[in-house]
C-alpha cells in the first residue's frame, strides 16, 4: 500500500488564484512529521513546509498553507495567489519512525502545477 | 556554498563499469540521505547516514550499490558494475535532525544525473 498518495498528477492554475494540493498518508507511527517540497524543472528540491503530528494548528509560511486534517490523514498544501515561479513539480512527504530506531522520509509520486498567465 | 554540493552534477557511463557519486553535505549536519529518482516519480530512499554509521541500507537495490560516510561528513555512493536500469537522478540531502528537534527539513543538493548507455 502507499504510503504517501497524491492523486493529481497535474494541476492548472490562473495566476493570482489560489491551488490546493491533495496528498495522504498512512502510518501508524503516532510521532510523524509531513513536508512539502518543490521541485522546479532545474531539478533542485526546495523544502516548503512542515507538520508534525502533534501539532494543533495548521502549518504556515508565506504563501504557503498546509490543511492538516490528522483523522482523515490528509495533508493538502495551499498555494495562496499563484504566481507563474510556483510552476514546478510538488512533492508531498512523510518522515517516519522505523523498527530499527531510525527514521526515514517517503515521498509520494508529485503533482506538476503550471500556473496560466 | 552553504548548502549540499554534489558532484558530479552528470554522469555518463558504459553498462558494467563502476560510478562513484560524491555528497558533500551542510556542515555540522549529522543525518545524510541518498535518494533515486527516476524521471517524473518521486525520491526513493536508498540509505541513511547518522554521522558516520550507516543505519539504514534497505533501499539500496542490489550488492551493487555501496555507500560510505568515513568522517561523518562527505559521503560516496558507488555503484559497481552499472546497468541500464540504474538510469537515474540520484539526490543527497541532509539534516540537523536528530541533533535538534523533529522538524528540521532535508536540504538537497542538486543532484547527479547518471546515464548509462
Known amino acids: 500500500a502507499q504510503k504517501i498518495t497524491q492523486t493529481q498528477p497535474g494541476m492548472f492554475v490562473q495566476e493570482k488564484e489560489a491551488v490546493t494540493l491533495d496528498c495522504t498518508y498512512d502510518?501508524?507511527?503516532?510521532?510523524?512529521?509531513l513536508f512539502w517540497y518543490k521541485q522546479p524543472s532545474s531539478g533542485e528540491m526546495i523544502f516548503l513546509i512542515y507538520?508534525?503530528?502533534?501539532?494543533?494548528q495548521n502549518a504556515t509560511e508565506g504563501r504557503y498553507s498546509l490543511n492538516f486534517q490528522k483523522a482523515r490523514k490528509s495533508a493538502n498544501l495551499v498555494i495562496s495567489a499563484s504566481q507563474l515561479g510556483d510552476s514546478a513539480m510538488y512533492f508531498c512527504?512523510?518522515?517516519?519512525?522505523?523498527?530499527?530506531?531510525?527514521?526515514?522520509?517517503?515521498f509520494g509520486t508529485g503533482t506538476r502545477l503550471k500556473v496560466l498567465a | 556554498g552553504a548548502g549540499v554540493s554534489q558532484s558530479p552534477r552528470y554522469k555518463v557511463a558504459k553498462r558494467g563499469q563502476d560510478v562513484a557519486l560524491r555528497c558533500d553535505p551542510i556542515?555540522?549536519?549529522?543525518?545524510l540521505f541518498w535518494y533515486q529518482q527516476a524521471l517524473g516519480q518521486g525520491p526513493e530512499f536508498l540509505t541513511y547516514?547518522?554521522?558516520?554509521?550507516?543505519?539504514?541500507k534497505s533501499g539500496l537495490p542490489s550488492d551493487r550499490f555501496f555507500a560510505e560516510r568515513p568522517e561523518g561528513s562527505v559521503s560516496t555512493l558507488k555503484i559497481q558494475r552499472t546497468q541500464q536500469e540504474d538510469s537515474a537522478v540520484y539526490l543527497c540531502?541532509?539534516?540537523?535532525?536528530?541533533?535538534?528537534?523533529?522538524?528540521?527539513?532535508?536540504?538537497f543538493g542538486d543532484g547527479t544525473r547518471l546515464s548509462i548507455l
Open positions: 512527504a512523510m518522515r517516519e519512525s522505523t523498527t530499527s530506531g531510525t527514521y526515514k522520509y517517503i
Open positions: 507538520q508534525g503530528s502533534y501539532d494543533q
Open positions: 502510518t501508524s507511527d503516532p510521532s510523524y512529521g
Open positions: 556542515s555540522g549536519h549529522v543525518s
Open positions: 540531502a541532509s539534516s540537523l535532525e536528530p541533533k535538534t528537534g523533529r522538524n528540521q527539513p532535508q536540504h
Open positions: 547516514f547518522q554521522n558516520e554509521a550507516q543505519l539504514d
